[in-house]
């Protein structure tokens, strides 16, 4: 991982700051820390963070607030420390963007790994003319900019991988442990972080999220991408 990558740790919690801050130097990255919100977004406003280490219970502004207003001023990867069993609080980190998460007590190497897994994810590089293109969608990968019918969509660097992997796998039912092997590049992890992203990128591509057209749920089985071949009807019920 490139030395000069920018790491923001926001953590009121001065221990849980220093452990992380001085395993992710000794990785290589450049840290600054904010022991709050309204720090953590003025320490922005001096240095824009190539990713936010996000303590989710922080005073006052918590970080599901401070990930709302990172997100309104531009795109940065997020992952979020939270608390061991705070399941929808969790959950509802990733709806407004963020893109991993790692549960307090956490390995500090865990972290670092989790945080170069990111960055990775969204500096490989890509072959160039690989642009890809089905049902009004247009994806350029070396760019990393996504459009729907000519308009911008808004997405987060998961929700990118996660749709040009559905583009580049039409057809084919995949499974969430596949997915996460696939596009977040773990071996291991909490599935329900495939379900939440699946569901945050329909509300984006899809004509109706409840009733998706492009990203089916095959259930007991995973989820497949249909390219459309005419009008048919909508599945029904909503699918998760």
């Known amino acids: 991982m490139e030395s000069n990558k920018s790491i923001l740790v926001v953590d009121d919690d001065p221990t849980v700051a220093e452990v992380v801050t001085g395993y992710l130097e000794r990785a290589g990255f450049a840290v600054h820390q904010a022991p709050d919100g309204p720090a953590a977004l003025r320490a922005t406003e001096l240095r824009w963070p190539d990713l936010v280490v996000l303590d989710l219970m922080l005073p006052g502004m918590d970080g599901l607030e401070v990930c709302r207003l990172l997100r309104s001023r531009g795109p940065v990867p997020v992952i979020m420390l939270t608390a061991r069993g705070d399941e929808d609080d969790r959950i509802l980190g990733l709806e407004i963007g963020a893109d991993d998460y790692v549960t307090k007590p956490f390995s500090p190497r865990e972290l670092v790994l989790r945080v170069e897994s990111v960055l990775r994810r969204g500096s490989s590089p890509q ?7 089905a049902a009004g969608l247009e994806l350029d990968p070396a760019a990393r900019r996504a459009t729907k019918h000519g308009h911008d969509l808004s997405l987060t ?9 559905f583009l580049r796998h039409p057809g084919q039912v995949c499974d969430r442990d596949r997915l996460m092997r696939e596009v977040w590049g773990w071996e291991f992890g909490d599935l329900s972080t495939v379900t939440v992203h699946v569901r945050r990128l329909r509300g984006k591509i899809e004509d109706d999220p409840a009733r998706p057209g492009l ?22 019920g909503n699918q998760v």
């Open 157 to 165: 660097l998961r929700e990118f991988d996660l749709l040009a992997y």
């Open 215 to 236: 990203i089916h749920t095959v259930w007991g089985a995973g989820y497949r991408f249909d390219l459309p071949t005419g009008p048919a009807p909508h599945p029904a």
């Open 127 to 133: 072959p160039p003319g690989a642009t890809l293109s």
